[in-house]
């Protein structure tokens, strides 16, 4: 049994986690956990649920899509808490990588049996401040995707990645991107350069499909240009990690990476966007701890 707080968020998935809760309430207190239950308003106010839950040692349970899962993480990693995830977003996409159920009611057996486990943490440093993730980092092509699916109505559901893709595409024209990879400069026109922590996103996308989230490193996903028709062939390939054999496609492995291109991008990491150009994107190695299956 543990002290849980499960810091929600309702509107997440389209209201799925608010339909999700009676019954995750029920599988938690059913399994004996002394559980509080604090709905967010905004992710400051997560900032604050969370900072509470760790006074009050409890373990901060995030509930809704990867955003607030990330911004929870970031806090419990500063305030030196403990982190549960419970999915209750489109792509929940951190619970792929973690190893976690998709089925919320399920992923609650997690927190009984699980074992707490040092993950890696991202951060992306910009002139708007510093934000962790757990996911992808990424600019370019990604960015006006996730710009556009911000738009797109919940009930696409995990196809409102696939949809921004291929409505992104149309009007995409190649960016130049300059970058530094531990210091080595990297310059490349394409489509995006993405900067991953777990190595999945969008839903299922196995973006960066070697990617660990406990080897103390990120890795780095580049996309030189192609035609779209080439671009298309090869998108069905990013759910299967296949795409890295494109030779367009090139992955490298660094702890920080620096990010800057030829017109203005806002920097997306765990669906949201998290900063501007130019932009560092680092990681923190086993920064938060996490209960996980064991």
Known sequence: MRRLQLVINPSAGGGRAASLQPAVEAALHGAGHDLVVTPTTSLEHADELTRQAVADDRVAVAMGGDGIIGRVAGTVAATGGVLGVLPGGRGNDFCRAAGLPQDAVEACA???SGVEQAVDLGAVTSATGEVAFLGIASIGFDSDVQERVLSLPARLGRLVYLY???????????AVFTCTVDGQP??????????ANSGVYG???RLAPDASLTD???DVVTTAATGRLAFL????KVFRGTHVDEPTVSVRRARTVGLAADRPFRVFADGD??????ATVSVRPGAVRV???G
């Open 164 to 174: 921004g893709s291929l409505a992104t595409v149309a009007s995409w024209r190649h």
């Open 110 to 112: 997690v927190l009984s």
């Open 203 to 205: 839903g299922g996308m």
């Open 186 to 195: 990297l310059v490349v026109r394409g489509w995006s350069v993405a900067v």
């Open 291 to 293: 209960v996980l299956p």
């Open 273 to 278: 966007p998290v900063g501007t150009l130019p």
């Open 216 to 218: 103390g490193e990120l």
């Open 233 to 236: 062939r090869a998108l069905p």
